[in-house]
């Protein structure tokens, strides 16, 4: 009972405490969840992040769902997807009962500009962090910058992206010879 509650209360902090959506929580997902709570390691996060970015819905909510069932089944999953989620609800739905009697405020539009500005930083450092142990080999090199060029210079869905980085990975294995790692 104890893990549960913890894994609602990670979670819930998590939710209140992130602004700009599930990107933006990457980072305080990686740091709770591998570093802190050791619930996932780092391969298996981004495992859970790509899986998340092929599903529906919202990455850090389909990472919460993955990790509370991995660690607790069922209940783990549908707890730590409530307790990502109800700080949101909360937050959400009293800006919504004041924000339009301030939305023109200059203040408030200051604010969400420095918000929007820290959420880019946040979701930088992410990448950069995710990079460094993700592009480890020339392999990794080639996909990497074939699936940048096809999200900025394409339409192309993420969700292809995603599984179109997953086939190049699988064809274009490792030289074993050289002991060269299995994953991306």
């Known amino acids: 009972m104890k893990e549960l509650i913890d894994l609602v209360f990670t979670f819930a902090k998590i939710g209140g405490t992130t602004f700009g959506g599930g990107y933006a929580m990457l980072p305080i997902l990686q740091r709770e ?22 599903t529906p819905g919202i990455i850090a909510v389909n990472t919460a769902t993955f990790i509370g069932y991995r660690q607790f089944g069922i209940i783990g999953g549908i707890l730590a997807t409530i307790g990502l989620v109800l700080p949101s609800v909360v937050i959400i739905t009293l800006i919504a009962m004041f924000l339009t009697n301030f939305a023109e405020i200059e203040f408030i539009q200051h604010a969400f ?26 392999r990794c ?10 999200s900025l210079l394409t ?11 997953g086939i190049a990975g699988f064809f274009l294995k490792p030289d074993s010879k050289k002991g060269g790692n299995a994953s991306c």
């Open 33 to 54: 969840i591998v570093e802190k709570r050791k619930w996932a390691t780092e391969a298996e996060i981004m495992d859970y992040y790509a899986i998340g970015q092929c």
């Open 141 to 150: 090199i080639v996909i990497f910058l074939a699936i940048l060029a096809l």
């Open 113 to 138: 500009a420095g918000i929007r500005v820290c959420v880019c930083v946040l979701i930088l450092d992410s990448i950069l962090k995710l990079g460094k142990k993700s592009i480890i080999d020339n």
């Open 155 to 165: 339409p192309v869905s993420p969700a292809v992206l995603v599984i179109a980085a």
